[in-house]
């Protein structure tokens, strides 16, 4: 079997995926979840039931994974895994059988598939169920976020044979690649209307974004491989929590997700957080968010209402009862308080 080359990747993701991103173009765009009963599918997109018969099991050995700490679980029986970070995958050619959680999705060329994190998704290849793995092919198109990057690969199953090795790959650091299947993901956790258009958007800029970095030579290739040492990370702990609530605090965070982030089970991110800077994560997110409203007060003309809604509160009363309780006076009379007067 063959690979594609670097020219003909760029040639694929100009001429074929990104026209794929067009609206009313062919295909759809689907969120995996864990459990088959919580999907709404595009039309190009079946599914059918599998029971998952093995047990979930925690990985502690990161260094069979170079140290890549986005590794969360393995379902070594059901061809399962679990990633911390965000993956989108764009089937290119074939009809792709994708094992997700208890179900397998059936995929027609020009769909493109979220699996947010934690999601149990499948872990090698071939992408071929049934009487496809006998006389059957597929290509897609893979990408993990990282958070100043992207593992970008591309895979082909014929049979029982494939060229799936997310060791052969390209590590593009772009950090707003990045940061759109963050934002992707954040956008289906949160399920907001018009999805669907909102992800059309962030999908057609992240290929795009692809295709121009990899014509440019801006990548590494071959990416991570296992037993390779990656530098830890230079922020502290407290520091690294508090980028990303300062950064996100205007979306509606969980503790899931702050826990994903920090490739932490949420046990043991709640217990650091006791352990190394003494506060819950619902505290402390609440203090970014007031501090971060006290800005918009003294330096905007943004409504109290607008404030509320721009920081992710569940409502513009629930926000003037938590700023009075922590600053002594309302959102209203901080502002009068505390404008420059020209």
């Known amino acids: 079997m063959q690979t594609i080359s670097t020219k003909q990747l760029v040639r694929l993701l100009q001429s074929q995926i990104i026209p794929w991103t067009a609206p009313g173009a062919r295909g759809g765009i689907f969120v995996a979840r864990e459990k088959a009963r919580s999907l709404n599918l ?20 990161q260094r069979r994974y170079g140290n890549l700490r986005y590794f969360v679980a393995d379902w070594p029986e059901d061809n ?17 059988d994708y094992l997700l959680g208890n179900y397998c999705a059936h995929c027609n060329p020009g769909t493109f598939f979220l699996v947010p994190p934690l999601v149990p998704h499948q872990r090698n290849a071939p992408n071929l169920q049934g009487e496809r793995r006998r006389n059957g092919s597929c290509d897609l198109l893979h990408a993990i976020a990282y958070k100043h990057g992207v ?22 650091p772009n950090l707003n690649a990045a940061q759109i299947l963050h934002a992707l993901a954040d956008e289906a956790a949160a399920k ?3 999805f669907e258009s909102v992800a059309a958007g962030f999908i057609a800029a992240f290929f795009a974004i692809m295709a121009r970095e990899i014509e440019a030579g801006n990548y590494v290739h071959p990416g991570p491989k296992e037993n390779v040492s990656v530098p830890e990370q230079t922020a502290s702990f407290a520091e690294q929590v508090l980028e990303y609530l300062e950064t996100h605090c205007n979306q509606r965070l969980r503790l899931d997700s702050m826990a994903a982030h920090m490739y932490m089970s949420r046990s043991q991110f709640a217990r650091r957080m006791q ?15 007031i501090e971060r409203a006290c800005k918009m007060l003294s330096e905007t003309d943004f409504t109290v209402i607008a404030i509320a809604g721009s920081l992710g509160f569940q409502s513009s009363t629930h926000f003037q009862s938590l700023f009075r309780s922590r600053m002594g006076c309302t959102p209203t009379e901080y502002r009068r308080e505390n404008t420059p007067t020209n």
């Not at 018969?53 to 050995?61: A, D």
């Not at 399962?80 to 792709?96: F, H, N, R």
């Not at 352990?275 to 968010?289: A, C, K, N, S, Y």
């Open 192 to 194: 907001k209307p018009h």
């Open 80 to 96: 399962l895994q679990e990633l911390a970070v965000p993956k989108l995958v764009c089937v290119v050619s074939g009809i792709t």
């Open 151 to 172: 593992q970008f690969w591309y895979s082909r199953s014929i049979n029982e044979g494939y060229i799936n090795d997310p060791t052969d790959n390209y590590l593009i």
């Open 42 to 61: 595009p039309e190009s997109v079946t599914i059918s039931r599998r029971k998952i018969s093995g047990q979930r099991v925690v990985i502690k050995n």
């Open 275 to 289: 352990q190394e800077m003494g506060i819950t994560f619902v505290e402390l997110l609440t203090r970014v968010r």
